[in-house]
Nanobody, 123 residues
Framework: QVQLVESGGGLVQAGDSLSLSCAAS????????LGWVRQAPGKEREFVAA???????YYADSVKGRFTISRDNAKNTVYLQMNNVKPEDTAVYYC?????????????????WGQGTQVTVSS
């Protein structure tokens, strides 16, 4: 069993920066893909970013160049640095953990989810 706990959400203005963290339990943190998925009001969940066990990173086109995902295996934590945020980034951001290889670059089959953290960007 893996538990994921997000933190760092909040209310910011367009153009600001924000950093999200996700602390994970479990001894096998380093072996799997981790990442972030978001869900805006009235919309489906969408992939944001993923990082593999070998530190390969993948991003949605909408955040490429603005967001950076990283991980610290010693701290069992994955981060999402969000720069130059836009109102369309407003959503609940969920941390996700995927063990399988199916669609791992876009977290298509996560095994575990966090409870989510709200990010609101005002214009």
């Amino acid at each position: 069993q893996v538990q994921l706990v997000e933190s760092g959400g909040g209310l910011v203005q367009a153009g600001d920066s924000l950093s999200l963290s996700c602390a994970a339990s479990g001894r096998t943190f380093a072996f799997y893909t981790l990442g972030w998925v978001r869900q805006a009001p009235g919309k489906e969940r969408e992939f944001v970013a993923a990082i593999t066990q070998s530190d390969s990173t993948y991003y949605a086109d909408s955040v490429k160049g603005r967001f950076t995902i990283s991980r610290d295996n010693a701290k069992n934590t994955v981060y999402l640095q969000m720069n130059n945020v836009k109102p369309e980034d407003t959503a609940v951001y969920y941390c996700a953990h995927q063990r399988g290889s199916y669609g791992y670059t876009q977290l298509r089959q996560p095994d575990y989810w966090g409870q989510g953290t709200q990010v609101t960007v005002s214009s």
